[in-house]
C-alpha cells in the first residue's frame, strides 16, 4: 500500500523559512515523478511543484518560483519543500503527491496518491 | 494566464445523475489534456477518481465516469448516493510541466 507522510509544517513568521518533508512507502520512490499541492483554508487545491524521479528537472507555480526549492533523495524515500521569503498567503495545507509516471508529463499528469498534509502558517 | 473553470456548486437528488464539467478560460479541453479528477470530503486528503480522461482509478465505484463533452472535460455521477456529496476538482496539464486545478465544485446530494 502506497503511504505519503508529510511532516515539516508549523508556525513561521512572514520572511520566515520552512522545509517539508515526504516520507514515501509501499512502492518504487526512485521511479514516481512527485509533487507538491497546497490548499489555503477554505479554498481548493492549488499545484504547487513538480519533480521528476531523479530530482533533475523541477516545475514550479508562477506563485512560489523563486522562493520555493523541490528536492528529492531517493535512498531515503523522501520528497522536501525548502520554502523561503514565506508569505502570509502560503498558508496552507501542504500534500505531497506521487504522479502517475516517472516523470512530470502531459502523458503521465496525474496524482494518483495523496499524504493527509501538514499544515504551514504565515503569521506574525 | 489560463484559467481552469469548473461550477462553484451542483445539486442531485439521491439515485439522480449529474455532470460535472472542467474547461479552459481559453480554449477547448481535449484528451490530449489527460483530464483527472478528484473527490475531497471536508478534512480529508483528495482522493483520485478518474485519470487520462476516462480511466477509472483502482476501488472507485462504476457510478463514476469520464468524458470530454463538447469542449470540456466532464465527470458523470450516475446513481448518486449520500457519500458522493464532496468537493470535486479537475486539473489540467499546461505547458512547461505546469498543473493547473481548477477551482472545484461542491457537490450536494438531497
Known amino acids: 500500500e502506497v503511504q505519503l507522510l508529510e511532516s515539516g509544517g508549523g508556525l513561521v513568521q512572514p520572511g520566515g523559512s520552512v522545509r517539508l518533508s515526504c516520507a514515501a512507502s509501499?512502492?518504487?520512490?526512485?521511479?514516481?515523478?512527485m509533487s507538491w499541492v497546497r490548499q489555503a483554508p477554505g479554498k481548493g487545491l492549488e499545484w504547487v511543484s513538480g519533480?521528476?524521479?531523479?530530482?533533475?528537472?523541477?516545475y514550479y507555480a508562477d506563485s512560489v518560483k523563486g522562493r520555493f526549492t523541490v528536492s528529492r533523495d531517493n535512498s531515503k524515500n523522501t520528497l522536501y519543500l525548502q520554502m523561503n521569503s514565506l508569505r502570509a498567503e502560503d498558508t496552507a495545507v501542504y500534500y505531497c503527491?506521487?504522479?502517475?509516471?516517472?516523470?512530470?508529463?502531459?502523458?503521465?499528469?496525474?496524482?494518483?496518491?495523496w499524504g493527509q498534509g501538514t499544515l504551514v502558517t504565515v503569521s506574525s | 494566464q489560463t484559467v481552469v473553470t469548473q461550477e462553484p456548486s451542483f445539486s442531485v437528488s439521491p439515485g439522480g445523475t449529474v455532470t460535472l464539467t472542467c474547461g479552459l478560460s481559453?480554449?477547448?479541453?481535449?484528451?490530449?489534456?489527460?483530464p483527472s479528477w478528484y473527490q475531497q470530503t471536508p478534512g480529508q486528503a483528495p482522493r483520485m477518481l478518474i485519470y487520462?480522461?476516462?480511466s477509472r482509478s483502482s476501488g472507485v465505484p462504476a457510478r463514476f465516469s469520464g468524458s470530454i463533452v463538447g469542449n470540456k472535460a466532464a465527470l458523470t455521477i450516475t446513481g448518486a448516493q449520500a457519500d458522493d456529496e464532496s468537493d470535486y476538482y479537475c486539473?489540467?496539464?499546461?505547458?512547461?510541466?505546469?498543473?493547473?486545478f481548477g477551482g472545484g465544485t461542491k457537490l450536494t446530494v438531497l
Open positions: 503527491a506521487k504522479y502517475g509516471g516517472i516523470s512530470v508529463a502531459r502523458t503521465t499528469n496525474w496524482f494518483d496518491s
Open positions: 509501499g512502492f518504487t520512490f526512485s521511479t514516481y515523478a
Open positions: 519533480l521528476g524521479n531523479s530530482g533533475d528537472y523541477a
Open positions: 481559453s480554449g477547448s479541453v481535449s484528451t490530449t489534456d489527460y
Open positions: 487520462n480522461t476516462n
Open positions: 486539473v489540467l496539464y499546461m505547458s512547461g510541466g505546469i498543473s493547473v
